[in-house]
T-cell receptor, first 115, second 114 residues
Framework: DGGITQSPKYLFRKEGQNVTLSCEQN?????MYWYRQDPGQGLRLIYY???????QKGDIAEGYSVSREKKESFPLTVTSAQKNPTAFYLC??????????????FGPGTRLTVL | AQSVTQPDIHITVSEGASLELRCNYS??????LFWYVQSPGQGLQLLLK??????LVQGIKGFEAEFKRSQSSFNLRKPSVHWSDAAEYFC????????????FGQGTTLQVKP
């Protein structure tokens, strides 16, 4: 089956720790995106990548880092610098960020809780 | 600046009743518009999209949306709601420029009464 997988589904972190969220897609999409979702705030873009070995900051990149070494994978690291990391994190992919018509398809999400 | 507004945070309808979820956008050119649905604890699923052409767009699960340029709206409709439609619905617009980025509204939570 083609799709986007995110792991783990639930993640608990102690304050001061870095954690990495996995996102993998087998849709052969060039573009990948990371969003953060908080209750009542919709989705906010953290980072996005239009092609392998390249990525750009979104609207709330502070305290996060990403890499794009493979087309299929776009892991997100939540660092200890992120002040309020407890949230639901969604990964998405699209055929290519070359126009506004790119349709994004979403993974199932990872819920991160800081203890 | 581009923006998307979903005026209704929460809507309750009876099963079998019709549904309309509102979406207004602010954009300086022809918009590219999307509706997504999210069940609790899940990712977003694409319901439908508008890029050009016929302003009435059909989607999955019996949903449709109508693009009205004069009102800057892209309202989602369904003639008869089912209990399984209870979820959160997001409207989104494609951002200007060649990035593929989307701007999302705050979402509307739909509750369905039996």
């Amino acid at each position: 089956d083609g799709g986007i997988t995110q792991s783990p589904k639930y993640l608990f972190r102690k304050e001061g720790q870095n954690v990495t969220l996995s996102c993998e897609q087998n849709l052969n999409h060039d573009a990948m995106y990371w969003y953060r979702q908080d209750p009542g705030q919709g989705l906010r873009l953290i980072y996005y990548s239009q092609i392998v070995n390249d990525f750009q900051k979104g609207d709330i990149a502070e305290g996060y880092s990403v890499s794009r070494e493979k087309k299929e994978s776009f892991p997100l690291t939540v660092t200890s610098a992120q002040k309020n990391p407890t949230a639901f994190y969604l990964c998405a992919s699209g055929r290519g960020g070359t126009s506004r018509t790119d349709t994004q398809y979403f993974g199932p999400g990872t819920r991160l809780t800081v203890l | 600046a581009q923006s998307v507004t979903q005026p209704d945070i929460h809507i309750t309808v009876s099963e079998g009743a019709s549904l309309e979820l509102r979406c207004n956008y602010s954009y300086g050119a022809t918009p590219y518009l999307f509706w997504y649905v999210q069940s609790p604890g899940q990712g977003l699923q694409l319901l439908l999209k508008y890029f050009s052409g016929d302003t009435l767009v059909q989607g999955i699960k019996g949903f449709e949306a109508e693009f009205k340029r004069s009102q800057s709206s892209f309202n989602l409709r369904k003639p008869s709601v089912h209990w399984s439609d209870a979820a959160e619905y997001f409207c989104a617009v494609g951002v200007k420029g060649n990035t593929g980025k989307l701007i999302f509204g705050q979402g509307t939570t739909l509750q369905v009464k039996p």
